[in-house]
């Protein structure tokens, strides 16, 4: 452990997580709440306490597809991760 605390990636440039979130704007993410609720849909926007808005947004409790939003608005104290998603959201859709 060298203890200099660089974010360096192999490309040799700093990677933030501002730096990601801004790079997963306009695409398919899974939002996790601290309640265990899924919300999967594109992401349109976030600030700076993690208030995100989505749109086509499908909630899943347990794994189950609950409800459709067109757009949904999320607290951001509720988040407990964003993450991408590497598989289309709706098939044949």
Not at 2 to 20: H, Q
Not at 26 to 49: Q, T
Not at 75 to 81: F, P, S, T
């Amino acid at each position: 452990m060298s203890g200099s605390g660089d974010n360096k990636v192999s490309g040799g440039t700093t990677k933030t997580p501002a730096d990601f979130l801004k790079s997963i704007r306009g695409r398919p993410v899974v939002v996790k709440l601290n309640s265990g609720v899924d919300y999967r849909g594109i992401l349109a926007c976030l600030d700076g306490y993690m208030n995100i808005a989505m749109e086509q947004t499908e909630e899943y409790v347990n794994g189950q597809l609950k409800n459709k939003y067109g757009d949904a608005f999320i607290r951001g104290n509720n988040v407990l991760y964003i993450s991408t998603v590497n598989t289309p959201l709706a098939d044949g859709a």
